[in-house]
């Protein structure tokens, strides 16, 4: 009985953590789009209360991303689907646990095997914009 609440509580902070980062995702998503508009004719977008409040949120986050993997090519900057990426991997390994129960070799191993596809499909793509860059804007 005891043993049967204690999973239970630990799913119920599993679930919260898989909607506090789907949320925060959500948030950085918001950011970018917000970032895009920068300033308008009716004034800077980025000055307003909502867009402070999710800079202060996000940009802590971005710019570890940013400093760490170095993602920009001329104007565009893909640190933050990288940033993303990572959230959702860590969602998908955090909700698959929060759905089992417990850790499981299965589990580990789809873990695993899911960070390794995503960093090389994200590594090929981050190529493409680099040799696009190189090739292109010279």
């Not at 204690?6 to 799913?11: D, F, G, K, L, P």
């Amino acid at each position: 009985m005891r043993r049967r609440r204690m999973e239970e509580i630990v799913r119920l902070i599993l679930n919260l953590l898989t909607s506090v980062l789907s949320i925060y995702s959500l948030l950085i998503f918001i950011r970018i789009i917000i970032s895009w508009f920068g300033s308008t004719a009716f004034g800077s977008i980025d000055s307003s209360k909502p867009a402070s409040f999710l800079s202060r949120i996000t940009d802590p986050y971005l710019d570890w991303w940013r400093r760490t993997l170095n993602l920009r090519f001329g104007v565009l900057d893909l640190s933050p689907i990288a940033a993303i990426a990572a959230l959702s991997i860590v969602r998908s390994v955090v909700f698959r646990l929060s759905a089992a129960g417990m850790i499981t070799i299965g589990n580990g191993h789809y873990s695993c095997f899911s960070l390794v596809c995503s960093g090389i499909c994200f590594r090929l793509f981050c190529n493409c914009f680099y040799f696009a860059d190189n090739c292109f804007c010279n």
